[in-house]
């Protein structure tokens, strides 16, 4: 951690880490149990799905198209809304929880990263500074300039950064912006779909070794990707969804020796 001065390294640990919320570092931070999404038309899009989600480790999220895993990711903050009873943070049913509140504890990233132009009511001018402050100030707390280069430092970014526009900004860059943005609210856990597959292997490996940092604080990661190289080098624990179904989890070590025929064949085909 030699970029992440003390202050910011506060700010993330003051959140991540609680010594008193009844865990450790073995238990899950987040469970799902039975979850299942049935489309209108009758067709599941998940299929009693559960999955234990381990505490302070990256967990990627492979397999197949059209199998779940946006739809896995989204019920996780409830951008898709699960049915109660099925997904629990820190062992609270995360559908009892204020919807904001969660997804300031469990952030979320996205392919392709979209900056905000105008911040309403707080800024017209929408550079990287401003969208970094929004989530905090939308909960009524302003963060100074030099948390923000602080956060800007830890996504990889230099200070010039600060007073740009989106329109100046590469995808990667603006990947790392929309990092930092997330990081700003002090999440606990870390949703990312794809978030480097628009990305050229530079800015691929900077966003990796930012996981990784993450992840060495106490971060909970759950990362959907194509790559299973990148699963590889930076997962922890793989979870593969077929159809809707989960048919393996395992250490990313072991992917190899995944038995389920469907699983087998999208390794063989993806090495
Ligand atoms: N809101 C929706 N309405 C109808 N069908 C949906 C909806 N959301 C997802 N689907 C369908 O559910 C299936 C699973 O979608 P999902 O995006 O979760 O899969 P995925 O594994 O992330 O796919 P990919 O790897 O292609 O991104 C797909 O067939 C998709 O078309």
Same mark, same amino acid.
């Given at each position: ?77 409830? *951008?898709? %809304? +699960?049915? !109660? ?8 049913? =995360?559908?009892? &929880?204020? @919807? ?91 949703? *990312?779909? %794809? +978030?480097? !597959? ?8 900077? =966003?990796?070794? &930012?996981? @990784? ?59």
């Amino acid at each position: 951690m030699e970029n992440f001065e003390d202050g910011a390294r506060e700010h993330l640990l003051s959140v991540n880490v609680n010594e008193n919320d009844g865990f450790n570092g073995s238990e899950s931070k987040i469970q799902v149990k039975n979850l299942t999404r049935c489309l209108d038309k009758g067709a599941s899009i998940l299929k009693n799905v559960s999955l234990e989600i381990p505490r302070g480790k990256i967990m990627g999220i492979i397999g197949p198209s059209g199998g779940g895993k946006s739809t896995l990711l989204r019920a996780l903050n409830r *951008l898709w %809304e +699960p049915p !109660s009873g099925t997904v629990f943070l820190d062992g609270k049913d =995360i559908t009892g &929880v204020d @919807v904001l509140e969660l997804r300031r504890k469990v952030g979320m990233l996205f392919q392709l990263p979209v900056l905000f132009e105008e911040l309403k009511p707080f800024s017209k001018t929408g550079t990287v500074a401003d969208n970094i402050r929004y989530g905090p100030l939308l909960k009524g707390k302003k963060i100074s300039d030099e948390q923000v280069y602080k956060l800007l430092t830890f996504a990889d970014l230099d200070s010039s950064f600060f007073n740009k526009h989106g329109n100046e900004l590469s995808v990667g860059q603006a990947q790392r912006v929309a990092l930092a943005r997330t990081l700003a609210n002090e999440p606990e856990v870390l949703l *990312l779909d %794809e +978030p480097t !597959s628009a990305l050229d292997p530079i800015s691929t490996q900077n =966003i990796e070794d &930012v996981l @990784v940092k993450l992840k060495s604080k106490g971060m909970t990661i759950v990362m959907v990707s194509h790559s299973i190289k990148q699963i590889k080098r930076i997962a922890d624990v793989v979870c593969l969804l077929v159809g809707g179904e989960i048919v393996e989890v395992l250490s990313s070590e072991k992917l190899s020796e995944a038995k389920h025929p469907m699983a087998r064949r999208f390794l063989d085909l993806s090495s």
